[in-house]
Structure formats: C-alpha cells, structure tokens
C-alpha cells in the first residue's frame, strides 16, 4: 500500500471544532467536525480534537503536521493559546499537547489569518502574489499575503483591518480606537444603524419594523427589508457599502494588492453594498494603485480556517 | 592588491543626484552628489549619473549592482523610469543604459521604499522584523517591512500610508481620496492650519505673523513661534500630532510592527507633536499590538534612500 504524506488543518472555534486533511497538493482528502463543548474545559475539548483527527486519518496517511486556526492571542512559538476568551482558555500548550500525541509538527494560527491564507492558496486569491482577505459578519476579520507571505507581525497580530479608523472624529470602538472601520461595515452595524435610522424616520421602515417583529434588527432583517423597496435598510446598506469602500480604499494605498477575497454576512447582501462600495473606491482611490483591484467572494466557506492552517504549517 | 566587492545606490532626486558605495556589510566607503539638472533632458542627467557613480569607484572596487531610488511610476522589471513628474521623463529605460555602461544588475526602487529598507537594514530599525518608516515633510513619504521583507505589492507602489483616510468627511485630498492622513499631518498641512487658525484668531497668532513676515505660513514659521508662545501655532501643532497619531494606530493595527521610524521635517518639531500623537496612540491603540512598539528618529539622513537602493538589488 502506498503511502500517502499528509497535512491535517484543525479550526477550534468557540462552538464547533472543524478538520480537514490535505495532501501535497493542498486537496482536501477528507473533513469532520464535532462540538467544542468548551464549557468542559480545555482537556475535554484537546482529547475531542484528538479524536477527530483520528477520524478523518486513514491506514495509508503518514501524518506530516498539524495547524491549528483559533482565536484569541497565540504564543505561536511555544504553542501556546495564552488567552481566548471565546473558549474560557488561559495559557493552554495546545502545540504540546497535540505534538506529544501525534508526534508530528504543530502551529498555531490566529484564525483569520489561517483563513485569508487558505482563501489565498487554494480558493479565490489562487495564483496571485497580493492578496488582501476581508470577512464582514458580526466583526470584520482579515488576514493579508503579501509578495507570497501571509503578514504576521511581531505577534502574529497583524491584519487588524476592521480597526482602523476611518472617522476620527467618530464613536468609540470596542477595541478602543475611535471611528473603526468594523463600526460602520459589519454585519452588527448595518444592524445598529437601521435600528438608528427606523427610530428617526419609523414611517420609512414599515417593511423592516415588521421583518424584525418587536426583536433586535439584525442585517438579516435589514437585507430583506431592502430587497422588498424599504428605504431606511436600503440606507443602512448604502452607508455601509461607502464605508467598507473607504476602508478598501485606505488598504490597497497601503498593501497595493492584486486581489481582495470579501467574504461574510455583510458582503452577501450583494450589489446594493458592494455597488456603492465600488463606487467609493473608483472616485476616491489613487487610479494607478485601485485599477485592476479584482474584488472576488471567497470560495473555501467554513474550512477556509482549516485549510489555511493546515498549508502554513507544511510550507 | 585585494579586490573590494562594492555595491552602489543612486538616490535621482528632481534637484539632486546623491550616489553612495557600501562594502558587504552595508558600511558605505564613499559618497558624492552632483545637481541633477533635470531641465537639459534625461540623457545628460544619466550621463551626470554615470560620472557620478565613476567618481566614487576606487581601483579595487569590484562593482556588483546598482540600485536606483527615485520617486515617480516605476516598470522596475523592464529597468523603466515610466513617469515621473519632478524629472519630466517619460519612459526612460534608466536600468538598460546604466546595465550597459557598467555591465552589473541594475534595479530601480520607489524612493520612499528604498529609503524605509535603508533605515531598516542599517539604520534605525536594524535588527527588527517589522519596521514601519514615515517621513512626514511637505507630503507624508512611507515604506514597511514586514517579516524581514520590503512590502512591495502588484506594483512596487504599497506603504502609501500618506493616503489613508482618517477622516471620511474630511476634505478631498490631491491624490483624490477624502481625508487623507497627509492632508492633517504633513508640514504642508500643518502651515495650512496655522494659516486658518490666525485668519480667525489673529489676535492669538501675533507671533506665528511676525514670523511669517506677510509671506505664507510654513510649518518652520509654525515650529519655532510655538516655541515662543504662540498660541495658534502650538494649536495646529497638537492637532497634527493627534492625527498622526490616529494615523499610526491605523497602521499599527494592520502591520504590528516592532518598530515605527519617523522623520522628517514635521517629526523633527519634537515633543510638542509627538506627545500629542503618543497620547492618542495610548488611548486608542489596541494594546497588546501597541505597547512595547518603539518610535525612533532615522539614523540615516539624506542618504537612506541611496543606501535602501543599493541594498535592495546586493539582497
């Protein structure tokens, strides 16, 4: 039986754990997912992602390493999750641990960088050298390949796009800057801003009144309204459509990319974002830098994370 | 007698022509400059260049590439000087002519990047990884290396940290963008403000007018009646360096460098922009990616650009 040299990439989010494995070629051979269960602690979930791995291997693998995508803040050279709130984790050695069982190489990657590399190396950035990755849901997540190389930081921190002011003289942000581009173009503050808006103005938002019905708007609320003519969620999406095109704008004079992968919740509202997104940056952005900018939905869905951790770890 | 193998860098500026010859180790063994005389049409200026680079060589020079800073629209392949406004050239195949002349790799470089590659390598960033460089003069000049590599993007024209916006209502800039970071932090700006500011309070800029002499505000008038009092003066100062500041954030935010080199004729104002700027990066900076980043003066001079070139194509 021939061998075959494999790469496992394992997402550990904060509701589910996702692992796919790679051959050289960077192919999916095989995928599960389980649980995290994260309210049993960490060694419960660590022998769980050690289960699942074990699934998803079969006789003829020969194991070459292992990544892993995860939030919080990662000493990637120990291995460590030093904290991750999403999971309740404190100075966890995930890398040991896994490495003891495996005996195999393992990194760590902050999840949004695992998931702009995977997006870059085999889903919509494919084939390009400049590469910026952009995720709009309830936060905006983003990770950057530049000349070939994801961009890391002195902390593997780098790619803090949704953090960046694009209003200084604007509202305070979670993060604590001010005027963040994550205020204005996420998912949660298309949200935010049509619940603004249909205070101000309620006889402008009947449809988006009713789609909510008494509950907290959400941008779900607000893409339906505006699909069936409601003027305050067709607002909400505009300025946040302007917004994201500001932030684009500002990104490509820095990184001065071939290609932005705009995935998420927010980016799937479609044309009535992305048109005045465009817009924006066609009559703000420096020609010669914005020409050519190919703006493409990412392709890896839910195991772009994965992948990409599986491919950081094997190159 | 030994054979010294030498590597030269040219910075073509649109007054000046400055060439250095650095030994392996980036120490530079010799220097000379000449007036570029940009008027008398492209040819004579790279025949002013030749002899240029011709003085600095010793016998025992072995000559093993030319680097090229110059500002302007780069085909740094072809070795193509496309346009550039401050020399009137127009596809000038700079690279080929001095390849010729001197039978060496010739590689030409946006001058703001080989300047920040300079003071990174050799200058103020030296040991670093990520190093972030700006130089905020009359426009806001800026370069970043990231992981040991200068960002270059599609078109060698990444790190236009000039040209992010920090105000999306603010005004619309030269380049064409809304609110740009050099519109509030650049000497240019900082003399436009001061301008404004005594036009409504005159009576508070008694100082910065006796300076200025009825000739326009400039951000020197600007420094030096802050230093004396002035009131106005000390307001557009603070109000640079709070936007330089919310400027730095953006960019610490996306790169999480270890470093930040700022000069220029802005930064050299000192303390009275850089505390201001400091504060609003403690305020509103994410900490884990801010604290512990340095701010440090360049090392290199006028010549960081000539020596960022010639180390860029000895790399």
Redesign the interface.
Known sequence: MMNTKVYVGIDLGGTKILAVILDENGVTLNKAETSTNAHEGAEPVIQRMIELIKTCLEPEHQLASIGVATAG?LNSKEGIVATASNLGWDQVPLGKRLGQEFGVPVNLENDANAAAYGEWAVGAGRGT??CVYITASTGIGSG?I??G?L???????????G???????GPRCL????GCLELYASGTSIGRRAQELASQFPEKAAVLLEKAGGSAITSRHVAEAAALGDEVSAQAIEEAG??LG??L???I??????VIVLGGGAASIGAPLLEPMKQVIA???????TNGVRIVSPTLGKEAGAIGAALLVAE
């Open positions: 803040t050298q400049n950057i530049s000349g190389k961009i890391r930081g002195r902390d593997s921190s780098a790619g803090e796009l953090h960046i002011t694009i209003d200084m003289n993060c604590g800057n001010i302007k917004a500001n932030g704008v500002s990104i004079h820095i990184m001065n990319p071939e009559e703000r952005g420096i020609y010669s830098l």
